[in-house]
């Protein structure tokens, strides 16, 4: 089981989510404690100024992007529609 940590951004990104989303996110974040590689998640690991850093999905329009803090912590930075997320 990994820790989860959330960011003061994320936590704001995340209230302003439509709440159709909110309970995928909700279930996601149950496996992404379990399994941080879960194929369910569909993650991948992000590359340029965000190198270091890994995105999962909610549905077809969402993302959540995080990174390892350690081997058992893992740091949510923010969450939003894939337009806007990665820039």
Do not use: C, W
């Amino acid at each position: 089981m990994h820790q989860i940590i959330f960011s003061s951004q994320f936590l704001k990104s995340a209230e302003k989510l439509d709440n159709k989303v909110k309970p995928k996110l909700k279930s996601n974040l149950d496996i992404l404690a379990e399994n941080p590689f879960d194929a369910r998640l569909q993650n991948k690991s992000l590359a340029g100024k965000l190198s270091g850093q890994y995105s999962f999905r909610l549905g077809k329009d969402y993302r959540v992007v995080f990174k390892f803090s350690s081997d058992s912590t893992i740091f949510l930075l923010d969450v939003g529609n894939r337009k806007d997320i990665y820039r």
